[in-house]
């Protein structure tokens, strides 16, 4: 038996399921994946660059809770493809959300967190809290 006897076996358990691999998706490169996210760090401060395209800055959230940081954003995306008639012949919709947390070493001052968007990339600089101090804590 060879290797290509065996997948086309594999293949007639699940048919449907390996022809959607060959389909090209409409929305394949602007549908939101996981948040990839890059973070920084200085003596004063993390920056953190997250990748989120198709988000518009109001469709995205950013909280801070002392060390905890999370981003969650909705994408919507439309397209309409017409004849020349004007009839809509397909129109697909995708309405989705990504979100991603992590937790840094020091807490953040929540309020001088900046924010950017540009061109579907946030932009966050995360001042380290100046008050927040390490206690050395006694062995009994």
Same mark, same amino acid.
């Given at each position: 038996?060879?290797?290509?006897?065996?997948?086309?076996?594999?293949?007639?358990?699940?048919?449907d *399921? *390996?022809?959607? *691999?060959?389909?090209p @998706?409409?929305?394949?490169?602007? $549908?939101p994946?996981d948040? =990839?996210?890059?973070?920084?760090?200085?003596?004063?401060?993390?920056? $953190?660059?997250?990748?989120?395209?198709?988000?518009?800055?109001?469709?995205?959230?950013v909280?801070?809770?002392?060390?905890?940081v999370?981003?969650?954003?909705? $994408?919507?995306?439309? =397209?309409?493809? =017409?004849?020349?008639?004007?009839?809509?012949? $397909?129109?697909?919709?995708?309405?989705?959300?990504?979100?991603?947390? *992590?937790?840094?070493?020091?807490?953040?001052?929540?309020?001088?967190?900046? #924010?950017?968007?540009?061109?579907?990339?946030? =932009?966050?600089?995360?001042?380290?809290?100046?008050? #927040?101090? @390490?206690?050395?804590?006694?062995?009994?």
């Open positions: 038996m060879t290797a290509l006897t065996r997948r086309e076996r594999f293949e007639d358990l699940l048919p *399921f *390996f022809r959607r *691999f060959g389909q @998706s409409v929305f394949n490169e602007q $549908v994946g948040i =990839k996210i890059d973070v920084t760090e200085t003596d004063k401060d993390y920056r $953190v660059r997250a990748e989120i395209p198709g988000a518009k800055k109001d469709d995205i959230r909280s801070v809770e002392g060390n905890y999370s981003i969650s954003a909705e $994408v919507k995306k439309e =397209k309409e493809e =017409k004849s020349d008639g004007g009839r809509v012949l $397909v129109k697909e919709t995708y309405v989705g959300s990504s979100s991603r947390g *992590f937790s840094l070493a020091h807490e953040i001052d929540e309020k001088q967190v900046v #924010a950017k968007l540009e061109d579907g990339v946030l =932009k966050l600089t995360l001042p380290k809290r100046s008050d #927040a101090s @390490s206690h050395q804590i006694a062995i009994q």
